[in-house]
């Protein structure tokens, strides 16, 4: 339902007598912020913006598939560079249909488009979060303030060190979706439900699947929350707000089914991550990585706790195996949020009040028995990273802060909800004030304490961190109490009519950016990319060497860096590098099986094609070849590698895929001229119990595409042609039209059985799920920008007659 809006009370905005409107003053602040952030970056083209994860396969996958679309016109299917082959859109390989991304990787490159993104994106989180706090009806300058808060808080900021722009995406499209609702159901006009569609959209395509997830829970029960509320005070039910609402999740739906539906199927059967749930330690998993007592300590003062970050001191001594970020968000928040609970007077408060908690406890994991509960709700067996959800505890405290913020601005010193309220907050600030004094004045002592609440001793090492980070975490602590008696104070001095809200704000935003700026800064690390990404004579030895055909790298440690070659559109297999959701039938022949990887067989390296290894020790001369060597990285050649496409004979049936890995890796089986195959193939007249030998008849591979390829193999008998190549069913195999039984064969890799005599086979990948859910998402994209556009230009003509009509 359409509401008039207000006029502005004097006082409502910062710049008020400053020409022009206040607005633009803020979102020139935001802009000014987000450059001194980000400015190292974003003024140097050659720069690129330091990520753990960027430079451990994220910056080739975009690479990979910008230059593919460049080069063709549409998204590459297959990624055949790592862990012998993943589908490209099942297995995710980062922001691929997140549409800002693709925009500004294609105009301006991957390199300097990470980074700009990034700050982008921390720009439109403070605006929006102050649209959205301006939606609850709070002032203009509290708004600002509620957005720097967001903006710059360290929960969303130090993400960009670990290279998560997934989940930068989704933290800074949370005041988007929110504020977006709220114009929606303040207006009823459609238009805001249609870009809400495209918000859902976004949010699926960042693509962080679990901060989605959690966005998506809490934002629905916001919905729920305001539809009833609004039921109650209308004394009927809001049939149009509700239908609109409906119509924009199935939008939403339809426009990100390309970005779930398929990826969903995939993780469900064919992903290594199937592996975990099937050993039964689902609530382990996902207790994982979840925020101890000592990080959530740090909400107050980051120093608290320490983090990892490789271009800082060591300071993390917690409860996690290492630490590359902070829940760390406003302490000015959480205490203006105390206010906000006592003060203001609207309900929607509480449902922000236990977002706060619910997140927080959950974020917590098996530190309190809450978690037990929440791994019931369906969904949370397939997450670990309880802490990732601590994003909706800071957006949750940071609007109720600003509530806290602008009851005190309203209200007078002499209201007595005023005095009981303000009661509360001076006692809890000198509770905190004691709390202070004690870990400055007890140090190492304080810490004992800790550990004996808490019921945790670090091991040696982390206790030597800790010892050695004592006067850091003091600092952090002066600085916190700082904070918290110069906002009482402020406050203090606002309601004695002493000091101006302008004042206020500005003091507060003011200390709130320096302190922020000055902690944050540590998170952004711009890099010369050349020195990680410049071709070297190695990537011109096998560039050379793929004219003779497919081949696999199998790049040992120390060596090269991982992903390093599959950049260069080489092919490598590495015992270190890991994208996390390739295919299970992969990951449990060559991945890792207690200490011991299977690649480290010679039966692995084999099938798998590995023709050349690069080592920085002496290979045996028995079977590696020295091909060339560049100082101390040298380049042998696989002598007994497969070829990527052969004929072999003789099979065995043995329905055990564990069974059959261990076959494998039995030095005595001749897996040269024997698959093991998991069912009895059909319609075809080989032997299983033939004890000839064939020599490995090579196949010829030719027209290599992303999604295709020909293979001309020369049977000596029937048999089937076996391709070094991960099975997976979207490769489908032809002949003359005719489709082909493609086999698991060896746990990981295709055998098609074939007749004897010439054969030419047509391979090609063809995901059904995906062309369908492509071709839906793209057709409702479309007629959702002409509806949306075709609206927008309606209500300008509307408007216009209006005022023609007025005149």
Not at 65 to 74: L, N, P, Q, V
Not at 688 to 712: C, E, Q, R
Not at 717 to 745: C, I, M
Request: with cysteine; hydrophobic share 45%.
């Amino acid at each position: 339902m359409a509401q008039s809006t207000k006029s502005k009370p004097a006082g409502f905005d910062l710049f008020e007598s400053l020409p022009g409107k206040p607005v633009y003053y803020y979102l020139g602040a935001y802009a000014l912020a987000t450059i001194l952030l980000f400015y190292k970056t974003i003024f140097a083209f050659s720069k690129l913006v330091f990520g753990t994860d960027l430079m451990a396969g994220n910056l080739f996958f975009r690479h990979f598939y910008i230059d593919y679309f460049k080069a063709h016109g549409t998204w590459p299917l297959w990624d055949p560079y790592i862990h012998g082959g993943m589908p490209f859109m099942e297995a995710i390989h980062g922001d691929i249909f997140y549409i800002p991304s693709f925009v500004f990787y294609m105009l301006f490159g991957v390199n300097y488009a990470w980074g700009f993104l990034l700050a982008l994106h921390v720009f439109i989180a403070g605006i929006f979060m102050y649209l959205f706090l301006k939606e609850l009806d709070i002032r203009g300058k509290v708004a600002f303030l509620g957005g720097l808060f967001y903006m710059m808080a360290p929960v969303f900021i130090s993400l960009v060190y670990a290279g998560h722009n997934g989940k930068i995406f989704v933290i800074s499209l949370t005041p988007v979706l929110f504020f977006i609702f709220q114009k929606a159901i303040k207006t009823g006009r459609l238009l805001y439900f249609l870009i809400m569609s495209l918000v859902f959209f976004l949010i699926v395509a960042s693509p962080h699947m679990q901060l989605a997830y959690f966005l998506f829970v809490t934002f629905g029960l916001y919905v729920i929350v305001k539809l009833v509320q609004l039921w109650l005070d209308q004394k009927k039910a809001p049939i149009k707000l509700i239908l609109s609402f409906g119509l924009a999740v199935i939008i939403g739906l339809a426009l990100s089914l390309v970005q779930f539906l398929a990826p969903y199927q995939y993780l469900k059967k064919y992903s290594m991550r199937t592996e975990r749930t099937d050993t039964g330690k689902g609530y382990e998993y996902s207790t994982s990585w979840a925020m101890s007592w000592e990080e959530a300590a740090a909400d107050f003062f980051p120093e608290f706790v320490g983090d990892d970050v490789g271009n800082q001191k060591q300071t993390y001594w917690g409860r996690n195996p290492f630490k590359l970020n902070s829940e760390h968000f406003s302490l000015l928040a959480i205490f203006l949020s105390i206010l906000g609970l006592g003060l203001w007077k609207k309900r929607g408060k509480w449902f922000f009040f236990a977002t706060a908690i619910a997140t927080l406890l959950y974020a917590l994991g098996d530190s309190t028995p809450f978690f037990k509960l929440f791994y019931q709700i369906p969904g949370i067996k397939s997450f670990r990273a309880p802490s990732l959800i601590s994003f909706l505890t800071a957006f949750s405290v940071i609007t109720l802060g600003a509530m806290g913020l602008e009851s005190i601005l309203e209200k007078k010193r002499d209201d007595k909800n005023i005095q009981k309220t303000w009661k509360y907050y001076t006692y809890i600030s000198l509770a905190y004030t004691a709390i202070i004094a004690l870990l400055i004045i007890l140090q190492m002592n304080f810490f004992k304490i800790w550990f004996a609440i808490f019921g945790y001793t670090p091991e040696p090492q982390k206790l030597e961190t800790l010892r050695r980070s004592l006067d850091g975490v003091a600092i952090g602590a002066v600085i916190s109490l700082v904070f918290v008696w110069v906002l009482y104070g402020l406050l203090r001095l606002h309601l004695d009519k002493k000091v101006k809200s302008d004042m206020l704000v500005i003091v507060l935003g003011v200390m709130t950016f320096i302190y922020l700026w000055s902690y944050n800064t540590r998170y952004i690390v711009p890099i010369d990319p050349k020195q990680y990404l410049d071709k070297t004579p190695a990537v011109d030895f096998f560039k050379t060497k793929q004219a003779e055909g497919p081949f696999r790298v199998f790049v040992l440690p120390q060596t090269l860096p991982d992903y390093y070659l599959a950049y260069h559109g080489i092919e490598e297999l590495s015992l270190t590098a890991l994208h996390g959701n390739q295919l299970a039938c992969h990951d449990k022949l060559a991945g890792n099986k207690g200490n011991v990887r299977g690649l480290v067989f010679r039966s692995v390296q084999d099938l798998l094609n590995a023709k050349y290894v690069v080592s920085r020790q002496q290979l045996p001369p028995q079977r590696f070849k020295e091909a060339a060597n560049y100082g101390s990285i040298r380049i042998y050649e696989n002598m007994t590698a497969f070829p990527r496409a052969c004929a072999i004979y003789n099979y065995s049936v043995i329905p055990d895929e564990d069974r059959i890995v261990s076959i494998l890796y039995d030095t005595t089986f001749d897996y040269r001229s024997r698959l093991l195959l998991e069912s009895p193939p059909s319609g075809i007249a080989v032997n299983a119990d033939d004890t000839t030998k064939y020599p490995l008849t090579p196949g010829i591979i030719y027209d290599i595409t992303n999604s295709s390829f020909k293979v001309d193999i020369d049977m000596a008998r029937d048999g089937f042609l076996f391709l070094s190549e991960n099975y997976y069913p979207a490769w489908n195999a032809y002949e003359n039209g005719r489709l082909l039984t493609t086999l698991k064969a060896d746990v990981a890799f295709r055998a098609i059985p074939l007749k004897q005599g010439k054969h030419s086979i047509v391979c090609k990948f063809e995901n059904k799920t995906f062309n369908a859910t492509f071709t839906l998402s793209k057709i409702t994209l479309i007629l959702l920008i002409l509806a949306i556009t075709g609206l927008l230009i309606k209500e300008k003509f509307i408007d216009k007659r209006k005022s023609q009509i007025d005149t």
